[in-house]
C-alpha cells in the first residue's frame, strides 16, 4: 500500500508528474492532512455508533435476563445466563459476541430503552419511521428552510433580520386587540384561522405581567413591562416592586404615557422604529387589555394552549402544563387568588428535574466523546454526542 | 468510573470497571479475554496502556508517529501509527499486520488519538475501561479524575468542587423526558433578543446548566421577591424538565430585570444601546448577588467568591508595572468577568500593513495585543520617589472556567454615549479551540511553555457565539450554542442546526469558550 511519491495517503491530492520535489512533498503534505481529518471525523462517528449498539445488545440481553428471572426486585442483577445473537447475560455481567455494528442494528435509548428513530422525519435525509414502532421521544433534528428542529413553523412568520421585524409588528398589532378572539388572532392573521393551520404551526403566546396581571402577547411584553413596571428609573421601579409585592393589580394607574426613553424597546436590539410605539400605542395596549378583554380571551388561550402542548404525553407532565401555563399564557384567575408575596415565582416542585447529587462539573470532552462509554446513559447536552446525535451517518464499519 | 486505577508506581492490583447496566464489561470478545486473563496480564496490559497514552499525549508527537519496519527503515509519518500494546513495537499501517501474523500481537493504539484497535475484529474498539482511561487523559492531562494539574492556574472553588467532583449522570437525574433536551427558543418579548441571546449562552453552559438542575438555587426556598436566580432555575428546568419545544416566554426574568435596581439596569435604561454585553454583565452580577457572598463584584481588585457566577466565569489577572529607572516590579491582581478586547486600533494598524482589501484579525491578535505585548505608563515609583515612565504587563493569572470573550465592536466616541456610537465590523476569525497558555503568567515565565501537558490544560473549546446582525440602532442579535458536538443557532424563538462554517462565519460580538480540561 506503499503510496506513490506525489501523494500522500488519500491518494486524492495528486502533484502533477512533473513537479520538484518540493512540490511533490507539498502534496503528499497536504494529502496526508486531509486523510487524517477524514479519519478523525470516521473515527468519533465510528466510536459514538458503535458504543451505541453494544450498549443496545447488552440492554436488549438485560432485558431478557430480567424477564427470565421472576425476581421481584426488578433493580437486582438476576442470577441467570441468557445469550442473543450479540451478547451474553451471565451472572450480573454482559459480554458482546461479536461486533456490535455486525450483530446489532438499531439503536436503543439508554434510558427508555425504546428504538431512537434513525432518521429525521421531515426536511434534509428525512425517512418515514415505521408506524408500528413506538420510538423514543428523542428523535433526529430536522434541518428543513422555514422550520425549526422540531419541524415546527410559526403563525407569523418569525422576526428574521432586521427590518422585517417591523413587518411582522404591523400584522400582529391589528389583531392583538379585541377582535376576534380565536388562537389565529394570537399570533397575527397569518395563519387564517386555527382550522387551516398545519399542526406543527405554533403561535405566539401571551404572558401575565408580573405587576398588573394583564395578559399581554409575548412580542409586546418588554414594551409593556417597560412602561408598567419600569416606567420612571430608579424610584420608581423600587415603588414598583413594592406594588407588585403588596399585590397590587389595579393597573398602574399613572396612566401616563411612557418617556419615549424608558418604556420603549431601545434600538440597539432590533425593533425597527421604537420611537413609533411610544405613548398612543402603550395607552392602547392598556386600555385593551382590561378584564372584560381578558376574560374574553381565556377560552382561545386554552386552545393555543393545546397547540403547544401537543407533545406532552407524559404523566409527568401534569405539573408541567400547571406551570407553562403560567408563563406562556394567560392565567389571570390563578393569578388573582395566588399568594400576594412572590407572585413571580412558580412554584413546581412536582417537575422538578433533579440531578440527585450536586455535580458542578460536566463530562471531559463532552464535545468529542459522549458518555455513552463510561455511563450507559445519557442526558443532557452529551446525549447529542451520543449516537443518535449521528445516526443519519453510515457507520464506519 | 467505579475503579480507579491505581498510579502505575503502585504495587497494587489494577481492576477492570465494575459492571454498569447498559454497557458491556469489555470492548470485545478479544479484550475480554485479555483482560480477564489472570492478574498480572490485566496489570501489564492496562499500565502499558497507560504507557502509551501517556507516551500520546504528554511526549512530542513525534515519538509516536515515527515508526520502524521489520528492516529497520524508520519513518516519521503525518498520518496515524499504531503502537503495539504487547511490545515496543511503533508500527505503520502495513507493518502492523506484518507483526501481527509474525508475533501474534493483536491490540494496537492509534498514535494520533490512543485509541484502541483490534486485529482480530479489524476494527476500533471502545472497551470501558480502557476509554475510560483515554478520556481522562485527554481531559484532565491525568487518570485520576480527582486532579487536575497545574492547579495554581485555575481557581481554588473549582478545586473544592472538583474533589466532590460529580459527573452529570443521567442515571441520577429523575423524570427528564428523552425528549426535553434544552433546545427551546426563547420569544422575542419586543427588542428583548439581546436579553435571548445571554440566556441561551447561560442554558447551554455545563457549569450552569448542572449548577441549576443540581438544585443549586432552590427557587422554592428562596425569599427575595423577583430574584432572578429564581427565574433561572424556573427557566432551567422548563428547558431540562419539560417535553415543550415551543419557544418559552421569559417573563420572569424580564420583570426580574425591570424591577431590579442594579447600576448595569440603570445603563440599560437610560442608555440607548440595549447591549447584549451589558445584560450579561448585569445577568453574571445579578446572580452572583443571589448566590454568592454578598459583596459587590468590585471591580479593579481581587475578589474570590464561591457563587456559581465566580466559579464559572471569572479569573484573575495580572498587571505588572516595571518602572523603567530602576526596575522595581509592582504587581497588581484583579478579578475578570470577560475580557474586553479592543478592534478598532488593530483593524487600523492592519489595514495600514495590507491595504487593499478589508483588514481581517483574528482573536488571537487581538489577545496578542492585550496580553503579550507591553504598553507605557507614568508612574509613581516608590523606590525612586518620584513620577517615571513604566512598563505594564498584563497577563492572565488565573484561567476562568468559562472564558467569556467581548470584542469591541461598538465604540463610543469621546465620551458621549449617544449617537456617536459607530459598529466595527472588522472580520475576526476566531477558533474552535483555543489555547490560552501565551496570555498566562504562567505560559509567559521561561520554564512554562516547553510541556504539552500544560499546553493542553489550557485549552478551550468554543461554546457559545453571540453575533450582532445589521445596523448599530437597527440590528439584530443571534446566538449560536453547541450541544454535544452538535451546533444550534438560535434566532429568539427559532431553533436551527447549524454548520461549523456558520458559526465561525459569523461577526462575533460575544465569544464563550468553555475549558476542556474540566472533568
Ligand atoms: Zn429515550
Ligand atoms: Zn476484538
Ligand atoms: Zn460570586
Ligand atoms: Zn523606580
Redesign the interface.
Known sequence: ??SPVNT??AGVINAPDDAGSMDQLAHA?LD??L??IV??LL??V??DE??AR??T???RV?KLASDASDSSTPDA?PDVKVETDA?IYDE????????P?VTTHDIV????H?PRLLYPTDGKGARKPDPSIIY???RP?I?KPGY???G?T?VAQ??????K?KDMEKKIDPNTPADSPTPASEGGNVGGGAASRPPNM?S??S?????CKRCIL?????????SC??NS??NA??A??QK??NGNSNGNGDGTPPSS??G?????????S?KKRDGDEMDEDDATDNDAHKKKKLKPMAASVNV??K????P??GA?IK??KK??DDDGPTVEVAPK??V??????A????????????????????????????????????SS??LSSPPA? | ?AARPTTPASPKNVKV?S???????????HI?LLLSNNQDTINSSIQYYKMLLRVIFDKDPIVAQTSKTLEGLITT????NFLCLQCSAILS??ERLKHGAKKGHRFYV?S??G?LFCQF?E??V?D?TL??LR??K???GSFSSRKRKHEDMFSDSVKE??K????????????????????R?I????????QNVVLQSFL?N??L???Y????HQ??D?QV???LS??MD?M???F??????????A??I???F????KKAF?NL???????AHEFFQFLAEELHERNGDGKKPETGSEHSCNCIVH?TFYGKLQNQTTCQNCGGVTNAVESFLDLSLGLENLARKKGKKEPKGEPSLTLQDCLDEEYIKSDKCEYRCRNCNSSQQARRDHSIKLLPNVLSIQLKRFEFKQGSRDRAASKIRTKVQFPLHLNMLPYTTRGQSDNGRESQELNRSCVY?LLSVVEH??????????SYC?????W?SF???????AKKSDVLGSQAYLLFYMI????
Request: charge should be positive.
Open positions: 500500500m506503499a500522500g495517503r503534505v496526508d492532512l486523510y487524517n479519519h478523525d473515527i468519533k465510528h466510536r458503535k458504543i453494544a450498549a445488545a447488552a440492554i438485560e442483577r451478547a450480573g455481567k454482559v459480554t458482546l459476541k461479536g461486533n455494528l435509548c439508554p434510558r427508555c425504546l423514543c421521544k428523542k433534528y434541518d425549526d428542529i422540531y415546527q410559526w418569525g422576526p428574521g433580520r432586521g427590518k421585524k405554533l405566539f403566546p404572558a401575565t405581567c408580573s405587576k409575548v412580542t409586546r411584553l418588554n414594551n409593556h413591562m417597560g413596571i419600569g428609573g430608579r421601579s423600587r414598583a416592586a407588585i409585592s426613553q424608558k420603549t424597546p431601545l434600538p440597539g436590539s432590533r425593533a425597527g421604537p403547544n402542548k407533545l406532552v404525553v407524559k409527568k407532565v408541567g406551570k407553562e408563563n406562556d408575596k412572590k413571580t415565582k412558580v412554584p413546581s416542585p417537575k422538578k428535574l433533579k440531578l440527585g447529587v450536586k455535580p458542578l462539573m460536566s463530562s471531559p470532552l463532552a464535545k468529542s466523546n459522549g458518555k455513552a462509554a463510561v455511563g450507559g446513559g445519557n442526558t443532557g447536552d452529551d446525549a447529542a454526542s451520543e446525535g449521528t464499519a | 468510573m470497571n459492571p454498569v447496566p447498559g454497557t458491556p464489561l469489555f470492548g470485545c470478545e475480554q509519518s503525518l498520518t496515524s499501517e502495513e492509534d494520533r488519538s485509541s475484529c476494527d476500533f471502545w470501558p476509554e475510560d478520556i481522562r485527554m481531559g484532565t468542587s472538583m466532590e467532583e460529580q459527573r452529570y449522570i443521567s442515571a441520577n437525574t429523575t423524570a427528564a423526558s428523552c425528549r426535553a433536551d434544552g433546545l427558543g420569544y422575542n418579548a419586543g427588542a428583548t433578543c439581546y447551554h455545563p457549569l446548566r448542572n449548577f438542575l443540581g438544585d443549586g427557587s422554592n428562596c421577591s423577583h430574584c429564581c427565574a424556573d432551567f428546568q422548563d431540562y424538565a419539560l417535553e415543550n419545544t415551543n419557544g418559552y416566554t417573563a420572569n424580564l420583570s426580574g425591570w424591577i431590579s435596581e440603570e435604561v437610560t442608555t440607548k444601546e440595549q447591549d466559579q473549546d446582525v445589521g445596523e448599530i440602532d437597527t440590528g439584530h442579535y443571534v453547541r450541544v454535544g458536538d452538535q444550534f434566532n429568539d424563538h427559532r431553533v436551527e442546526l476542556r480540561s474540566l472533568a
